[in-house]
């Protein structure tokens, strides 16, 4: 640590053109995938999310009556909890430049800022594509575990079920991220994300007033419609309103706020 | 290279940086003066587009920090080397880095190198490193896109005296190569061995600036007497601005000339006479930013 060599920096002046160009989003995306997986909380809370789509499908295993272990069946139960962490995993990714201060780092080398922010949505909604495909190999693992051991194991499965988990995950992660863009501070959007469910049932039990809206805007209620073949127009609809409150308006608010916030 | 006009910068009623104007030219490293809170960080974060200013602008290399498309190939910015995920290595830090400017990875492993961080310090978490092993880190990051201005927040913080002369070394070669080096410090005798040009700041105002030399020429004589007491009343009488030294002397806002025909006039015997020097521009430092100091505290 205390060297005194002679220091040879490259030569300020000898590089011919500086890069002129911005880097890509592609780039970009790229980087904030890897921050996603290269400290050892990103890398656990992946670890994590796998791990319970793969717990998910052992219980199956052994809970379940042997004619219904299906495909569908070992592929639709692992959705649930997958989506309840996939939100921190969009909440991190956003604060954790402001908890741990790497966004003096990362605004000195990308000062427009929402190239930033939508490198970081690009990046999470990738990830909740990918937890997609962790729940099909982890439940086509399960059906085959299942055949082998006296089960049903039967490859049935309503492809109408795809484009919805997708959905639902991409909402899920988004739903996280928006939250923390908006607040900026891990603990608190982590809590606030985790009670709102919570609070809106309890609201909705105590005041009558209420249980109409909360079909609109209970995302907990609304997302659920989604773990199922049929999606409804009106479940549509619900869907699309509370996303729009819940993702929408967070995301917006809160990237105006990362624009403007002073970084230190 | 780094133009600064009229920055300012107010907190509500507090004006953590006011009317700030400075120039840093290639080939040259601008010592940045001034004791804690005196609107260093706040300036150099303004030049970063970190800080939006309430008035003035900066511009970096001809243009807006902010439009800079690809800045980190133009300017190396350390603005707090404690600001890294405590989680990442310091290699994985500087290949993220890497892989956002388009730098070829092979630069990681160089600029690791030039830093004297090993290959066993950049396997290690940055949260299991010493502010020193940060401060280089952060050097690396800086110097890793090979950029042309250097913008150094206090990066002598935390480096053993090995560590800052090697750093005045590097940076001293890096400025005789063509770049522009500003580097912050609230420490004279750490600026002066490697700057050219002094800001000094105090309060959010830039109290002196200028070449380091004419600032030295410009700080008054050293006078020493066998009775000092005496001395001093003699200065009073003569009307020569005299402050007491750090080290028993008096520094004297006037030529060696006039303060000798003071003391001969008055009959005292002088043991030192001459002029300031780094001494003087010590004495400026303290009593350019005296009050300053003390605003810190209630901040």
Same mark, same amino acid.
Not at chain 1, 38 to 48: E, F, M, P, Q, S
Not at chain 2, 273 to 294: C, D, I, K, N, Y
């Given at each position: 640590?205390?060297?005194?060599?002679?220091?040879?920096?490259?030569?300020?002046?000898?590089?011919?053109?500086?890069?002129?160009?911005?880097?890509?989003?592609?780039?970009?995306?790229?980087?904030?995938?890897?921050?996603?997986?290269?400290?050892?909380?990103?890398?656990?809370?992946?670890?994590?999310?796998?791990?319970?789509?793969?717990?998910?499908?052992?219980?199956?295993?052994?809970?379940?009556?042997?004619?219904?272990?299906?495909?569908?069946?070992?592929?639709?139960?692992?959705?649930?909890?997958?989506?309840?962490?996939?939100?921190?995993?969009?909440?991190?990714?956003?604060?954790?430049?402001?908890?741990?201060?790497?966004?003096l780092t990362?605004f000195a080398l990308?000062p427009?800022?929402?190239?930033?922010?939508?490198?970081?949505?690009?990046?999470?909604?990738?990830?909740?594509?990918?937890?997609?495909?962790?729940?099909?190999?982890?439940?086509?693992?399960?059906?085959?575990?299942?055949?082998?051991?006296?089960?049903?194991?039967?490859?049935?499965?309503?492809?109408?079920?795809?484009?919805?988990?997708?959905?639902?995950?991409?909402?899920?992660?988004?739903?996280?991220?928006?939250?923390?863009?908006?607040?900026?501070?891990?603990?608190?959007?982590?809590?606030?994300?985790?009670?709102?469910?919570?609070?809106?049932?309890?609201?909705?039990?105590?005041?009558?007033?209420?249980?109409?809206?909360?079909?609109?805007?209970?995302?907990?209620?609304?997302?659920?419609?989604?773990?199922?073949?049929?999606?409804?127009?009106?479940?549509?609809?619900?869907?699309?309103?509370?996303?729009?409150?819940?993702?929408?308006?967070?995301?917006?608010?809160?990237?105006?706020?990362?624009?403007?916030?002073e970084v230190s | 290279?780094i133009?600064v006009?009229?920055?300012?910068?107010?907190?509500?009623?507090?004006?953590?940086?006011?009317?700030?104007?400075?120039?840093?030219?290639?080939?040259?490293?601008?010592?940045?003066?001034?004791?804690?809170?005196?609107?260093?960080s706040t300036t150099m974060r303004m030049i970063c587009g970190m800080t939006p200013p309430?008035?003035?602008?900066a511009t970096v290399?001809?243009?807006p920090y902010r439009?800079l498309?690809?800045p980190g190939?133009?300017i190396g910015v350390l603005l707090d080397?404690?600001?890294?995920?405590?989680?990442?290595?310091?290699?994985?830090?500087?290949?993220?880095?890497?892989?956002?400017?388009?730098?070829?990875?092979?630069?990681?492993?160089?600029?690791?190198?030039?830093?004297?961080?090993?290959?066993?310090?950049?396997?290690?978490?940055?949260?299991?490193?010493?502010?020193?092993?940060?401060?280089?880190?952060?050097?690396?990051?800086a110097?890793?896109?090979?950029?042309?201005v250097?913008i150094l927040d206090?990066?002598?913080?935390?480096?053993?005296?090995?560590?800052?002369?090697?750093?005045?070394?590097?940076?001293?070669?890096?400025?005789?190569?063509?770049?522009?080096?500003l580097?912050?410090?609230?420490?004279?005798?750490?600026?002066?061995?490697?700057?050219?040009?002094?800001?000094?700041?105090?309060?959010?105002?830039?109290?002196?600036?200028?070449?380091?030399?004419?600032?030295?020429?410009?700080?008054?004589? &050293? *006078?020493?007497?066998?009775?000092?007491? #005496?001395?001093?009343?003699? @200065?009073?009488?003569?009307? +020569?601005?005299? !402050? =007491? %030294?750090?080290?028993?002397?008096?520094?004297?806002?006037?030529?060696?000339?006039?303060?000798?025909?003071?003391?001969?006039?008055?009959? &005292? *015997?002088?043991?030192?006479?001459?002029? #300031?020097?780094?001494?003087? @521009?010590?004495?400026?430092? +303290?009593?350019? !930013? =005296? %009050?300053?100091?003390?605003?810190?505290?209630?901040?």
């Amino acid at each position: 640590m205390t060297t005194a060599t002679a220091p040879t920096p490259t030569a300020a002046h000898a590089r011919p053109e500086p890069a002129a160009t911005s880097p890509s989003l592609a780039r970009l995306t790229q980087v904030e995938l890897r921050k996603l997986a290269d400290t050892r909380a990103g890398r656990w809370l992946l670890i994590t999310i796998g791990l319970i789509a793969v717990a998910i499908v052992v219980v199956q295993l052994f809970v379940t009556d042997a004619a219904e272990q299906t495909f569908s069946a070992f592929f639709e139960p692992s959705l649930l909890p997958v989506g309840l962490l996939l939100p921190v995993l969009g909440i991190l990714s956003i604060t954790s430049e402001w908890s741990q201060r790497t966004a003096l780092t990362t605004f000195a080398l990308v000062p427009r800022r929402e190239r930033v922010i939508v490198a970081k949505l690009t990046a999470v909604v990738l990830a909740a594509l990918g937890s997609v495909l962790v729940s099909l190999v982890v439940a086509a693992a399960g059906t085959l575990a299942a055949k082998a051991t006296g089960g049903a194991g039967a490859w049935t499965f309503d492809w109408r079920m795809l484009p919805h988990a997708a959905v639902f995950q991409v909402g899920s992660v988004l739903l996280g991220a928006g939250f923390g863009l908006l607040l900026l501070n891990t603990p608190l959007a982590i809590v606030t994300y985790l009670l709102l469910p919570t609070v809106w049932s309890v609201l909705a039990a105590m005041i009558e007033g209420l249980r109409g809206p909360a079909r609109w805007l209970d995302t907990s209620y609304t997302m659920g419609a989604l773990l199922g073949p049929d999606v409804t127009a009106g479940q549509w609809a619900r869907l699309g309103v509370s996303l729009v409150v819940w993702v929408l308006l967070p995301l917006v608010a809160g990237l105006f706020r990362t624009l403007r916030r002073e970084v230190s | 290279m780094i133009h600064v006009d009229h920055l300012t910068k107010r907190y509500g009623p507090h004006t953590a940086v006011d009317d700030v104007t400075f120039r840093c030219e290639p080939g040259t490293v601008t010592g940045f003066l001034g004791p804690n809170g005196a609107g260093k960080s706040t300036t150099m974060r303004m030049i970063c587009g970190m800080t939006p200013p309430s008035s003035g602008a900066a511009t970096v290399a001809g243009r807006p920090y902010r439009q800079l498309p690809n800045p980190g190939r133009e300017i190396g910015v350390l603005l707090d080397a404690s600001a890294q995920h405590a989680g990442r290595t310091g290699r994985e830090t500087l290949t993220l880095a890497a892989r956002t400017m388009g730098v070829d990875r092979g630069q990681v492993a160089a600029k690791l190198d030039l830093v004297g961080l090993n290959a066993t310090a950049a396997r290690r978490r940055v949260g299991a490193y010493s502010l020193g092993m940060r401060q280089r880190l952060g050097l690396a990051l800086a110097l890793l896109g090979d950029p042309r201005v250097l913008i150094l927040d206090e990066p002598a913080n935390g480096l053993d005296p090995e560590g800052i002369y090697w750093m005045r070394g590097l940076l001293r070669d890096y400025a005789d190569r063509g770049g522009t080096v500003l580097l912050s410090s609230h420490l004279l005798r750490e600026v002066e061995a490697v700057a050219d040009r002094l800001v000094v700041i105090g309060g959010g105002r830039v109290v002196a600036q200028g070449g380091k030399d004419e600032l030295l020429a410009g700080a008054g004589t &050293l *006078v020493r007497a066998r009775d000092q007491h #005496a001395l001093r009343l003699t @200065l009073d009488r003569a009307a +020569l601005p005299a !402050t =007491a %030294g750090t080290d028993g002397g008096f520094v004297v806002r006037a030529e060696p000339a006039a303060v000798g025909q003071a003391a001969a006039d008055a009959g &005292l *015997v002088l043991t030192e006479l001459r002029p #300031a020097g780094t001494g003087g @521009l010590e004495q400026l430092f +303290l009593t350019l !930013t =005296a %009050g300053a100091s003390t605003k810190e505290a209630v901040r």
